[in-house]
């Protein structure tokens, strides 16, 4: 919602676009490329005044507030972690409520679902890649997710863990919303909001983990030496497997 004031900043400036950085789900990681999901919004970006918060937490919102600026720098990981809270807080005092809120067509998105489920599993393994779970001591019903994370074992997952699931796919229909609002806004006064892509996928991601095929393992993107670099950069994120995408369509992208 911050941006509804650089769209107000464009407007007395004479400026007609906003390019954006990704705004997809990086987890911990501060890099907006290093996606989870190729379609997921990154909840640090919530608005939480725009919530229906109880006063305890709009006090905790408040004193967060004070302490950022008194700080003079943008503590990535502290700020995403007190979003994180202040939003299991509100969801976890009425989930029913929570639940109603998000229309069926919205949660029954596949890629939400399989993001949601994703989610749930790194929090069950404190964080760690999807490739590290099988070397984790795991019970037999997760196990058997992690040795073959088919669309049944996925679905039959969700089912056991729906309260978890569930609040993933709640923070992303409000972040949904409030981007369309703030669209909405810049485009009632004439401004463009121009989005970039995660172009590669980390490989701790949902897509690299349920689509192995697509991608080359033994390959890394990167860049050449330049003035910013002069050994080059390894930026960690496997190359696509272009025949395989071609064997099917393209359907992926």
């Not at 408040?62 to 502290?78: C, K, L, P, T």
């Not at 121009?194 to 490989?203: F, Y």
Request: glycine share 6%.
């Amino acid at each position: 919602s911050d941006l509804k004031l650089l769209v107000d900043w464009c407007c007395e400036s004479g400026l007609k676009m906003i390019n954006l950085l990704p705004v997809n789900d990086t987890g911990y990681n501060s890099s907006p490329y290093s996606a989870l999901r190729a379609r997921a919004l990154h909840p640090g970006y919530i608005c939480l005044d725009e919530l229906p918060l109880t006063p305890a937490l709009r006090q905790q919102v408040a004193e967060m507030r004070a302490r950022a600026a008194a700080n003079g720098r943008v503590r990535f990981y502290e700020i995403v972690r007190f979003k994180e809270h202040a939003l299991r807080a509100l969801y976890d005092a009425d989930p029913e409520a929570a639940r109603h809120v998000v229309p069926p067509e919205f949660a029954s998105q596949q890629w939400l679902r399989d993001y949601a489920v994703f989610r749930v599993l790194k929090e069950l393994f404190g964080g760690s890649a999807w490739f590290d779970w099988a070397s984790a001591s795991t019970a037999a019903d997760i196990a058997g997710l992690i040795a073959s994370p088919t669309a049944q074992a996925r679905a039959e997952f969700a089912s056991r863990q729906r309260h978890l699931v569930e609040y993933h796919i709640w923070v992303q229909y409000l972040l949904d919303q409030q981007l369309r609002s703030v669209h909405d806004y810049a485009n009632a006064r004439g401004v463009y909001l121009k989005g970039d892509m995660p172009i590669m996928l980390e490989r701790d991601s949902v897509d690299v983990w349920l689509n192995p095929g697509l991608f080359n393992h033994q390959l890394r993107a990167g860049a050449p030496p330049d003035m910013f670099s002069p050994d080059g950069q390894n930026w960690g994120f496997p190359v696509y497997n272009w025949p395989a995408h071609a064997k099917e369509n393209f359907s992926w992208w």
